[in-house]
Nanobody, 111 residues
């Protein structure tokens, strides 16, 4: 299993970023996928999940209305569209399936 995140960066408050997670080594369309983040000095925090077909999406309360999770089973790719970013969204964002994790992508929200 390989999960490769991309799309992070430094962004000003109120800005937007789109994270991607390219998956390989398993049948992507058979698995629920998740995004999890870790802020500096803090533990892992679940952010969002999406079911196999993309019809059911779940979010932590603090990102509802700002983040949108999606997937392309044709491209074996998971996405996280992040709008109206806040400094408290600063974290390393990880793609997760079962016990597998990507290397993470850093998102820094700062003016």
């Amino acid at each position: 299993v390989q999960l490769v995140e991309s799309g992070g960066g430094l962004i000003q408050p109120g800005g937007s970023l789109r994270l991607s997670c390219a998956a390989s080594g398993f049948t992507f369309s058979n698995y629920q996928m998740s995004w999890v983040r870790q802020a500096p000095g803090k533990g892992l925090e679940w952010v969002s999940s999406i079911n196999t077909e993309g019809a059911k999406k779940y979010y932590i309360e603090s990102v509802k209305g700002r983040f949108t999770i999606s997937r392309s089973n044709a491209k074996n790719t998971l996405y996280l569209q992040m709008n109206n970013l806040k400094p408290e969204d600063t974290a390393v964002y990880y793609c997760n399936v079962d016990q597998y994790w990507g290397q993470g992508t850093q998102v820094t929200v700062s003016s």
